[in-house]
């Protein structure tokens, strides 16, 4: 069983058990994390339901594991014949999550308490 949903401006498909990441979220180590915008979850029968845009009462719930920053992506800059070079660096913060549960909000939620 397998979901897409969407965090950050991104879509991500995820799976129970996997790690992530994506854009930071304001949230401290071992705390719970839902996503309620679902697009589309796949079933282990191969059955696909897909939202218009997003799934009523679906979501995905994970627990954050890590917070930190990617490696370094040097920007450079340079005119030709100019002399002109200037470098710069850039470190996008992010957050590692671990899925624990895909289903219906009322299944998840009854499941974390």
């Keep these: 069983m397998y979901a897409v949903f969407a965090s ?17 979220l304001d949230n401290t180590v071992g705390e ?4 309620p915008s679902v697009l589309l979850v796949a079933g282990d ?5 897909t939202g218009k ?8 719930t994970g627990e954050v594991v890590q917070q930190s920053r990617a ?11 100019k002399g002109y070079k200037r470098k710069l660096g850039h470190r996008q913060s992010f957050t590692r999550i671990k899925i624990t549960g895909i289903g219906d909000q009322q299944e998840v939620e009854s499941d974390g308490t």
């Design 53 to 60: 845009p997003y799934l009523d009462n679906m979501s995905v």
């Design 71 to 81: 490696k370094k992506v040097i920007v450079f800059k340079s005119k030709r014949r």
């Design 32 to 35: 719970t994390v839902t996503f």
């Design 45 to 49: 029968d191969g059955q696909l339901q």
């Design 8 to 24: 950050g401006g991104k879509q991500h498909r995820v799976e129970v058990g996997s790690l992530i990441d994506v854009e930071k």
